[in-house]
């Protein structure tokens, strides 16, 4: 091999390097849902106890919501898992808008009135959706 050859050679094999280690970099998401404005409470009206078919209570406080008696977001924590209240959508919003995948969400959320009764309804995977009833206190 001559001198050129083994230049072409050993540049042509350091940018498959190159490019082959850019493609290898991982790209890390920002948020799973795109907010524009985080607060870390509830609003008034989402607040109280509430049912659901299977016979699951979830409890939604200020600065915390638990899920049948285990906390699952609180304002003072850290991560995912953080209370992180925000719009996702025209008429949805999400407890948790600093989860980064979607086995971190908590899904899209949006309060309905149906015969007199407000819900929650929690659209899921696949469109699935479950809904909360609140308990008149």
């Known amino acids: 091999m001559n001198?050129?050859?083994?230049?072409?050679?050993?540049?042509t094999l350091g940018g498959c390097v190159l490019f082959g280690t850019a493609l290898a970099t991982p790209i890390h998401a920002q948020r799973y849902?795109?907010?524009?404005?985080?607060?870390?409470?509830?609003?008034?009206?989402?607040?109280?106890t509430y049912h659901n078919?299977?016979?699951?209570?979830?409890?939604?406080?200020?600065?915390?919501v638990q899920y049948n008696g285990k906390a699952a977001f609180r304002s003072r924590w850290?991560?995912?898992?953080?209370?992180?209240?925000?719009?996702v959508d025209r008429n949805h919003y999400t407890f948790n808008a600093l989860a980064k995948y979607g086995y971190q969400s908590s899904r899209r959320w949006r309060v309905i009135h149906k015969n007199g009764h407000r819900y929650?309804?929690?659209?899921?995977?696949?469109?699935?959706?479950v809904a909360w009833r609140k308990v008149t206190e």
């Open 33 to 48: 849902f795109p907010v524009r404005k985080i607060v870390y409470h509830t609003p008034a009206s989402w607040r109280g």
């Open 120 to 129: 929650l309804l929690n659209t899921q995977l696949m469109g699935s959706r």
């Open 78 to 87: 850290s991560g995912y898992r953080k209370l992180a209240f925000a719009k």
């Open 53 to 64: 078919k299977y016979g699951d209570v979830m409890k939604v406080y200020k600065y915390s």
């Open 3 to 11: 001198k050129h050859m083994l230049s072409t050679v050993s540049l």
